[in-house]
């Protein structure tokens, strides 16, 4: 069983992320992995693991902003 809960939050300057100058998404959560093994109704072996706690900091810059979105699709990547 493998089960995830993460959530995104973006921060910062509304027009420079709907622009595409600089975004930034804190994601936080959590994930759990269990296996159990079951044999004639008796468990023979189990195995959990995880993250309690999920923290990650993603930031991206694009300093030409929508610009270079369509710059890359015209000439493509560079």
């Not at 994601?27 to 992995?33: A, D, P, Q, V």
Request: charged share 20%; aromatic share 12%; proline share 4%.
């Amino acid at each position: 069983m493998n089960q995830k809960y993460t959530h995104k939050q973006r921060q910062g300057d509304f027009v420079a992320d709907f622009l595409g100058f600089h975004r930034e998404t804190q994601i936080t959560g959590w994930s759990f992995n269990g296996l159990l093994l079951v044999k004639d109704g008796v468990v023979i072996y189990k195995l959990t693991g995880g993250q309690p706690v999920i923290l990650q900091h993603e930031e991206t810059r694009n300093p030409l902003g929508p610009v270079m979105g369509i710059a890359q699709k015209v000439f493509g990547s560079f």
